[in-house]
């Protein structure tokens, strides 16, 4: 008996051996495979792990959807948005010449952003990664990625239209492109650093991307006074040789004992030649000269004294005036300063700084407000004039959505971008992508496009970009922002409470998607994940009521202005739009109306008081995102105006950020971007209009009137009359 239990417990000993040797190798190769992936994870410095595929073996040989799939949809309509408005904002934004000189059709434009995408992921897995690519699984999402923007139940951003799939990311490698706002910090410990917060905004902004920026730089630098014999510098004909001029010249002031730089601007084109990859036309180097002279200007009269909060604001906003001039760029600011800052909150009284009236409505100008502070000041300059808007930078910092416990997940949030949709540290940008709940039947359907919506915003964060600090930042937190439109639409025709459950229930289905999505593709979980943009031409293609915001009248007239020889103008004509000379513009640019039904029972926004325009965004911030809301609150100054200080006092728990609108009436004027209608005119507006006036593409155009297209596509949007960030390019403010 005892020669058996000991054989019987020698053989135990060797099983739980072998075991244990099973374990220690099994550890050990997830070990090693744990540091492959991460080592293999490390974000690329560059973009050449994509371009070096795709200049050898050509894009198309990477991913291209079923050919038999997408023949389906050649018979379908597109649901463009309130009478064709929708498809005419497409046609004129987003629609891009092909090679054959004729536009893209929706389809096509679908096609391209869905193959851009995963040709993204396929490069990344198989050659960043090492890992295997499964066509098969990627086909299936990629076509059901097609058929939710397609029907508009997602869609990209409008930089995320107009870029992706295209020579923007394929040749150039511009990551920077595909986001849409970003904010930078003017704290630093070398001048150095100062002057690169200054020269990441002008880069930025020239490739579309709105830029907020605070004042902590006041009175730790000094200006000085150039030396002589100036050094001269030829500006090269690039981006990179425009922001490398202001690099220069901010080094000559800020840096002591530096020369005066002399500028050659010989090497930059003239105006009006186009502009091949990014659309439009030249503007020449006016702009820039216009620039270094007020700049020289500022920091003349400053010489001698600390850096202050106004001439930081002047150098961001002279900047943004340069980017935006001749109409050829667009971009977006915001202003942060400290709530006590009399400087700060007087930079907008141009009876104080009249110097200021040329450049000051480059940016929205507001304070970082702490809870718990008197409101009294702040409230009455609102009441004014619309501003400061507010930021509680405790709040962004400390939570996610607002319904939760603190997190402290964004500790290192430092500001936000023009739109206030999302908290950012400093150099960091941010990729938005928009849903439209009110194009979904059940939630079951809303989770499932929440996916696919995840999905471009995460493999945008795949896409490098040239700043090395805004790597190592995007890398880390890999933050990005599903945003919901046609709230005011939802809530009409279903119920608040209905909302509530489905974005809560949503909210959870969509971290549990991005735990899956990181995983596959080795990189870090998003810090946060949603958001509340404030839309603009976007929510026009889908037909939904912008963000959290309520539409001015449930029934309107939308005009927008169009290159007086854009190519579909005559089928417009024929078809029954109206159709005049721009006013003030006549011998180049025309405006078309658009009669607006926005639904029923929609309440324009005068109909709804300042405290439910507040409750709806709270709610929001609330139950869906974790990031921001981005809120303009309108009110009437003589019924609502007094009661600023209490509302801010109420929802100052609740809320991470808040502008306001004074609603003025100062009259009809010509051709008004809105204009509220009857329900009686509505109807005769819109019997003026054939039912097949919207079509699915547009007719063939000559080689000049490609060239011609292609110049106007980016200088004819809405000028001034959309303060959103969410287009092509985001567009600097309205108010002055």
């Known amino acids: 008996i005892n020669a058996e239990y000991m054989g019987n417990v020698r053989t135990s000993v060797r099983v739980l051996d072998s075991m244990e040797a099973v374990k220690r190798t099994s550890q050990e190769i997830c070990k090693d495979t744990k540091r492959r992936r991460m080592a293999s994870a490390v974000p690329p410095s560059t973009m050449d792990w994509l371009l070096q595929p795709i200049e050898k073996n050509g894009f198309e040989s990477l991913?291209?959807?079923?050919?038999?799939?997408?023949?389906?949809?050649?018979?379908?309509?597109?649901?463009?948005?309130?009478?064709?408005?929708?498809?005419?904002?497409?046609?004129?934004?987003?629609?891009?010449?092909?090679?054959?000189?004729?536009?893209?059709?929706?389809?096509?434009?679908?096609?391209?952003?869905?193959?851009?995408?995963?040709?993204?992921?396929?490069?990344?897995?198989?050659n960043v990664l090492k890992e295997p690519w499964d066509e098969q699984k990627a086909q299936q999402a990629a076509q059901d990625m097609f058929e939710r923007m397609f029907?508009?139940?997602?869609?990209?951003?409008?930089?995320?239209?107009?870029?992706?799939?295209?020579?923007?990311?394929?040749?150039?490698?511009?990551?920077?492109?595909?986001?849409?706002?970003?904010?930078?910090?003017?704290?630093?410990?070398?001048?150095?650093?100062?002057?690169?917060?200054?020269?990441?905004?002008?880069?930025?902004?020239?490739?579309?991307?709105?830029?907020?920026?605070?004042?902590?730089?006041?009175?730790?630098?000094?200006?000085?006074?150039?030396?002589?014999?100036?050094?001269?510098?030829?500006?090269?004909?690039?981006?990179?040789?425009?922001?490398?001029?202001?690099?220069?010249?901010?080094?000559?002031?800020?840096?002591?004992?530096?020369?005066?730089?002399?500028?050659?601007?010989?090497?930059?084109?003239?105006?009006?030649?186009?502009?091949?990859?990014?659309?439009?036309?030249?503007?020449?180097?006016?702009?820039?000269?216009?620039?270094?002279?007020?700049?020289?200007?500022?920091?003349?009269?400053?010489?001698?004294?600390?850096?202050?909060?106004?001439?930081?604001?002047?150098?961001m906003n002279l900047i943004g005036?340069?980017?935006?001039?001749?109409?050829?760029?667009?971009?977006?600011?915001?202003?942060?300063?400290?709530?006590?800052?009399?400087?700060?909150?007087?930079?907008?009284?141009?009876?104080?700084n009249p110097h200021r009236m040329e450049y000051g409505w480059t940016s929205n100008n507001s304070i970082f407000a702490t809870v718990g502070m008197d409101y009294s000041d702040a409230a009455k300059r609102i009441q004014a004039n619309g501003e400061p808007g507010l930021a509680w930078l405790d709040n962004m910092q400390k939570y996610s959505r607002m319904c939760d416990p603190a997190d402290d997940k964004d500790k290192k949030?430092?500001?936000?971008?023009?739109?206030?949709?999302?908290?950012?540290?400093?150099?960091?940008?941010?990729?938005?992508?928009?849903?439209?709940?009110?194009?979904?039947e059940t939630p079951e359907d809303f989770k499932a496009t929440l996916k696919m919506a995840l999905l471009y915003a995460k493999t945008v964060?795949?896409?490098?970009?040239?700043?090395?600090?805004?790597?190592?930042?995007?890398?880390?937190?890999?933050?990005?922002?599903?945003?919901?439109?046609?709230?005011?639409?939802?809530?009409?025709?279903?119920?608040?409470?209905?909302?509530?459950v489905w974005l809560d229930e949503s909210y959870q289905h969509l971290r549990a998607c991005d735990a899956a999505v990181s995983n596959w593709l080795n990189i870090p979980e998003s810090i946060k994940l949603t958001s509340v943009k404030p839309s603009g031409t976007i929510?026009?293609?889908?037909?939904?009521?912008?963000?959290?915001?309520?539409?001015?009248?449930?029934?309107?007239?939308?005009?927008?202005?169009?290159?007086?020889?854009?190519?579909?103008?005559?089928?417009?004509?024929?078809?029954g739009y109206k159709i005049e000379p721009c006013f003030g513009s006549e011998e180049t640019t025309v405006v078309l109306e658009v009669p607006v039904d926005v639904g029923p029972g929609i309440r324009g926004v005068k109909d709804v008081s300042m405290w439910e325009q507040m409750s709806l965004a709270s709610f929001m911030q609330c139950y869906w995102a974790d990031n921001q809301v981005s809120a303009t609150v309108s009110f009437d100054p003589a019924t609502e105006g007094s009661q600023i200080q209490q509302v801010l006092d109420h929802f100052q728990y609740k809320m991470k950020g808040v502008s306001f609108l004074p609603r003025h009436d100062f009259g009809a004027f010509p051709q008004m971007p809105y204009e509220a209608i009857t329900e009686d005119q509505y109807r005769k507006e819109l019997s003026r209009?054939?039912?097949?006036?919207?079509?699915?593409?547009?007719?063939?155009?000559?080689?000049s009137e490609v060239v011609m297209a292609t110049g106007q596509q980016d200088n004819t949007d809405y000028k001034m009359e959309d303060a959103f960030c969410d287009g092509d390019k985001c567009t600097m403010p309205t108010r002055k």
């Open 151 to 315: 029907t508009m139940k997602f869609l990209p951003p409008g930089r995320g239209l107009w870029a992706m799939g295209t020579d923007i990311i394929r040749k150039k490698g511009l990551g920077a492109a595909l986001n849409n706002c970003a904010f930078v910090s003017t704290s630093f410990k070398t001048i150095p650093e100062l002057i690169s917060s200054f020269t990441f905004l002008m880069d930025a902004a020239m490739l579309g991307v709105g830029v907020g920026f605070d004042t902590d730089a006041a009175g730790q630098a000094s200006v000085t006074t150039p030396t002589e014999p100036p050094v001269k510098f030829v500006v090269p004909d690039t981006r990179e040789g425009w922001v490398e001029s202001l690099r220069l010249q901010l080094e000559s002031y800020l840096v002591p004992g530096m020369s005066r730089v002399e500028m050659d601007y010989t090497s930059i084109r003239p105006a009006g030649m186009v502009l091949k990859t990014f659309g439009g036309t030249s503007s020449g180097h006016a702009p820039l000269e216009a620039m270094h002279v007020a700049l020289a200007k500022c920091f003349a009269a400053n010489a001698g004294k600390p850096l202050s909060v106004t001439t930081i604001v002047d150098v």
């Open 539 to 575: 929510s026009l293609l889908a037909g939904a009521t912008p963000g959290v915001h309520y539409p001015e009248s449930r029934f309107y007239i939308r005009r927008i202005r169009m290159a007086k020889d854009f190519g579909l103008l005559p089928s417009l004509r024929v078809q």
């Open 63 to 126: 991913f291209s959807l079923d050919s038999a799939f997408v023949a389906t949809y050649s018979s379908r309509s597109p649901p463009f948005g309130f009478n064709g408005l929708g498809y005419l904002v497409y046609v004129r934004t987003y629609s891009r010449v092909k090679a054959d000189g004729t536009n893209e059709n929706w389809t096509e434009t679908v096609q391209r952003v869905v193959e851009g995408v995963f040709e993204v992921q396929k490069v990344y897995v198989t």
């Open 461 to 500: 964060t795949l896409i490098s970009v040239h700043w090395p600090q805004t790597r190592e930042v995007m890398a880390r937190n890999r933050r990005i922002g599903c945003s919901v439109s046609g709230i005011a639409q939802f809530v009409t025709a279903r119920g608040l409470d209905t909302l509530k």
């Open 413 to 440: 949030v430092k500001g936000g971008n023009p739109c206030l949709e999302q908290s950012l540290e400093s150099h960091e940008l941010c990729c938005l992508v928009e849903t439209f709940p009110n194009h979904h």
């Open 321 to 352: 005036k340069c980017v935006v001039a001749g109409n050829v760029r667009r971009t977006a600011e915001i202003a942060f300063g400290q709530a006590d800052s009399q400087e700060f909150l007087d930079l907008k009284n141009y009876d104080l």
């Open 689 to 703: 209009i054939k039912p097949t006036a919207v079509n699915t593409g547009l007719p063939s155009r000559t080689a």
